[in-house]
């Protein structure tokens, strides 16, 4: 599964295509299929004034080196744990975003019983996917008996540290 989308010298999306639409609907999320999207500003589909940070120090370090930059995040469902590699590169007076999944695994089965009792209301970090539960940050792949649900969305201590490490180079 591979997706990209190219953003304008404004951060505008000015075309989106691959897999996106299937993405989109797979995640339940009509409101980001191709059409819908195109001619937006990307920062209306980020949510949270942290990962709005976090994909703004990367666009301007790839503006200011004019090399692309790799990284990779998780983007799961409740049930699916997926990984991506993300591709930043400049293009035509823009940006050239290449999105492409490069590991999925299996939470828990399918079931309507989602967030139901006992589910933890807490953030989660937009990067790895992972819960801010009491004082760690855990994986749902690595607690599949807990169920999680983000209350906001934030970057986590370890990827903001790592960003900013791999910036620095
Ligand atoms: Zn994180």
Sequence with gaps: MQSFYRLDERDRIAECRGDWDRFALDNGSSRSMARAVQGRMIWDFVDGIDMS??????????????RPFESSYRCDSPYRARRFAMRVETSSGGLLL????????????????????????VPRCSV???????QAWIDPVAAPERVFVPASHCVCPACKAELRARLAV
Excluded: K
Aim: with cysteine.
């Design 128 to 134: 790895c996917c992972r819960f801010h539960a009491g």
């Design 53 to 66: 940070s976090y994909l703004g120090a990367i666009f301007f370090h790839v503006r200011r080196e004019v």
């Design 98 to 121: 290449t999105h492409r999944m490069t590991w999925h695994g299996i939470i828990r089965d399918v079931g309507p019983d989602l967030p139901g009792d006992g589910a933890l209301s």
